[in-house]
């Protein structure tokens, strides 16, 4: 199979099932939002998640990735099943040390993340998710790595339904501030339970090997603090909001994020795809140039997407969402572009895993983090939650900046200038939008037209390529 192929076929296929997994949720959003009293409750659900997605990744501690980088080194069966049952007990043992810390501690951590001891039982539910959730996400490894993608497409679509076929017959009994913690914990360990019947033969007790363990240690614990800086990005902003404005006013920015962040659809179409392709072309000659042309490409797209989304949002959201929730449209696209970002980030930082040198990534995210959080808390109490949006984008684009910037001196990426012309025809779009056209869906569409027209020539041999390709497909 050609490379070309390899990774458009994952991509759309992981696409596609990502896409129907994340749209449930989307889907149901106006539904949730409608049966709870107001959006508070919405916002405490969203906290939840803020403490899950943080202390996941510590009790994964780059295990994931260390593992995924591990299992092509050799493909025999007995070096991949220690592989991946010496990263199983790792952090099987590191979750269940950290849930049970939270569980010591519950009161205090309802107090700080929540704003009081009476949300403890949501600190416990969280607590329970966190563990679930890591140790899945090792369990459904072995899925991802074998590429076995329609398994993996399924599951995940299907515990997506489960967990609203759970949470809105608890909205609709009054358990408001529960149901979808509560529903996002079972729905965490039916997925655990499916993989691991699927996976079995991937783990055993008698393969932990000490030795492999070491050089996964080696790989992923820096990396860990990579997906601690994640959450800097993705959650500071909601504790800078209920800080400074109030829950209701974190409830409406989560819903803003949520729709800001179908682009989320792209990244994690992306990320499943994009592993299996990037290590099993690792040892190609023009390597470099492979990861560049991709980070090229997807940057033009990404620009492109945030343009079109910022012409059409404003009717879309006000259609879906009541005047309670209005204001959040403004932070949309700061929210849409975000992910995206992080995919481009990830494609460049890849090259360091490819060379086993994972600790400059820190020193890029620390960079985009100490942006973010200064940003957010000056902004916010300036300007409302657009404050927080602005600097989750800002810090991303800090840390793109800066891996653009060290990989190219290291030689692992060369982008060509022709990104940075539509880079910035795209600001000046944003620009406008922000400052003169806001809420002109006539006005933005034309302007998206001529960037995408401009965009277009610019890359015109390749589009001219891909032409010729769908017409000979569509002759023969």
Same mark, same amino acid.
């Given at each position: ?213 070491? !050089? ?182 800090? !840390? ?77």
């Amino acid at each position: 199979m050609s490379r070309a192929r390899l990774f458009v076929e994952n991509f759309l296929i992981y696409g596609l099932g990502t896409m129907a997994a994340k749209v449930v949720p989307l889907v149901m959003l106006p539904i949730v939002t409608r049966l709870m009293p107001d959006a508070s409750f919405f916002g405490y659900s969203d906290l939840s998640n803020t403490l899950v997605s943080l202390m996941q990744p510590v009790a994964v501690m780059g295990m994931y990735d260390a593992m995924f980088r591990m299992y092509f080194d050799d493909d025999s069966d007995g070096f991949r099943l220690r592989v991946c049952s010496s990263a199983l007990f790792f952090v099987v043992g590191v979750s269940a040390v950290i849930t049970l810390c939270i569980l010591l501690i519950s009161d205090p951590v309802a107090r700080l993340f929540f704003g009081g001891a009476e949300f403890i039982n949501l600190a416990i539910v969280s607590a329970a998710t966190i563990f679930v959730s890591a140790s899945g996400q090792i369990i459904q490894a072995p899925t991802r790595m074998m590429n076995q993608r329609s398994v993996y497409i399924v599951i995940n679509l299907g515990t997506a339904v489960l967990s609203y076929a759970i949470s809105v017959p608890l909205l609709l009994f009054g358990e408001y501030l529960m149901a979808l913690p509560v529903a996002a914990f079972i729905a965490a360990a039916s997925s655990l339970l499916i993989f691991a019947a699927i996976n079995r033969r991937r783990f055993s007790f008698g393969a932990f090997d000490f030795s492999i363990l070491k !050089t996964m240690v080696a790989i992923g614990i820096p990396l860990m603090p990579s997906f601690l800086f994640y959450w800097v990005f993705s959650s500071t902003g909601r504790l800078v909001i209920v800080s400074a404005l109030g829950a209701g006013a974190a409830g409406v920015y989560a819903v803003a994020a949520k729709i800001g962040q179908i682009s989320q659809l792209i990244y994690n179409a992306f990320a499943q795809g994009w592993q299996y392709f990037a290590f099993s072309t690792m040892g190609d000659d023009d390597q470099v140039k492979l990861n560049s042309r991709v980070f090229e490409y997807l940057g033009v797209v990404s620009l492109l997407g945030t343009a079109l989304v910022i012409a059409a949002m404003d009717p879309v959201y006000s259609l879906l969402f009541s005047e309670e929730y209005a204001g959040g449209i403004v932070c949309v696209p700061y929210l849409f572009l975000a992910p995206l970002l992080l995919m481009l980030y990830q494609v460049a930082v890849n090259q360091l895993i490819v060379v086993k040198r994972t600790w400059p990534s820190l020193i890029m995210l620390a960079l985009g983090a100490a942006a973010c959080f200064f940003l957010q808390v000056e902004l916010v109490p300036l300007i409302g939650i657009e404050g927080a949006a602005i600097g989750t984008v800002a810090g991303y684009l800090v !840390t793109t900046a800066a891996s653009i910037v060290v990989l190219t001196l290291m030689g692992l990426m060369a982008v060509r200038r022709r990104l940075w012309a539509v880079f910035a025809a795209f600001s000046v779009y944003f620009l406008l939008w922000r400052f003169f056209f806001f809420g002109n869906t006539v006005a933005l569409f034309a302007l998206f037209m001529s960037l995408a027209f401009s965009s277009v020539f610019l890359y015109r041999k390749e589009a001219s390529e891909i032409g010729r390709r769908f017409f000979r497909k569509r002759v023969n």
